[in-house]
T-cell receptor, first 115, second 115 residues
Framework: DAGVIQSPRHEVTEMGQEVTLRCKPI?????LFWYRQTMMRGLELLIY????????DSGMPEDRFSAKMPNASFSTLKIQPSEPRDSAVYFC?????????????FGEGSRLTVL | AQSVAQPEDQVNVAEGNPLTVKCTYS??????LFWYVQYPNRGLQFLLK??????LVKGSYGFEAEFNKSQTSFHLKKPSALVSDSALYFC?????????????FGTGTRLKVLA
């Protein structure tokens, strides 16, 4: 099994640039989560999709952040324009909604540095 | 609101000694509790979960966790620590009240196993 695949693994960009992070969940999983990890704030849930539909985006920090899931096998998290405080590791995770308390499967993360 | 707390930022233990990483929870209803491990520059990996049944849950890599309803705790344990167990450990609870199927993570505990 390929697991959750994220790209890019590392991204360095300048303030004001657009950043797009990509995620391919595990085949057959119907829930997808985007998390952000920083030293100061730990692991924060940004947005969660179920069957490609955004269910809860209350964790999205501001309008500069947007996420889409056009189909069951692909999701993007976009930051436009990026700011230095967006520097973090962004994780995508997927799970099988039908399983009661199914565990999350995480990707390896995308480390974003905004200069 | 449902939450988990990890009271220790870091736990140090000598190799071969038993280890405990603490987690307490606050939920309404039946808790669905999880432990995850994160190695440097990697995503989180599922270790074990409690849904119902036996209070002692066994998981990957020789870890186990004890669910204690009266103390609202779910401590992670291992009888004999290995240097390779050194990592960041997260306790998590699945939010069953908001209807959004969210997973809420603790702040993490860094485990250092000393040779």
């Amino acid at each position: 099994d390929a697991g959750v695949i994220q790209s890019p693994r590392h991204e360095v960009t300048e303030m004001g640039q657009e950043v797009t992070l990509r995620c391919k969940p595990i085949s057959g999983h119907n829930s997808l989560f985007w998390y952000r990890q920083t030293m100061m704030r730990g692991l924060e849930l940004l947005i969660y999709f179920n069957n490609n539909v955004p269910i809860d985006d209350s964790g999205m920090p501001e309008d500069r952040f947007s996420a889409k899931m056009p189909n069951a096998s692909f999701s993007t998290l976009k930051i436009q324009p990026s700011e230095p405080r967006d520097s973090a590791v962004y994780f995508c995770a997927s799970s099988l909604r039908r399983v009661r308390a199914g565990e999350l499967f995480f990707g390896e993360g995308s480390r974003l540095t905004v200069l | 609101a449902q939450s988990v707390a990890q009271p220790e930022d870091q736990v140090n233990v000598a190799e071969g000694n038993p280890l405990t990483v603490k987690c307490t929870y606050s939920v309404s209803g039946n808790p669905y509790l999880f432990w995850y491990v994160q190695y440097p520059n990697r995503g989180l990996q599922f270790l074990l979960k409690y849904i119902t049944g036996d209070n002692l849950v066994k998981g990957s890599y020789g870890f186990e966790a004890e669910f204690n309803k009266s103390q609202t705790s779910f401590h992670l344990k291992k009888p004999s620590a290995l240097v390779s167990d050194s990592a960041l450990y997260f306790c998590a609870v699945r939010d069953t009240t908001s209807g959004t199927y969210k997973y809420i993570f603790g702040t993490g505990t860094r485990l250092k196993v000393l040779a």
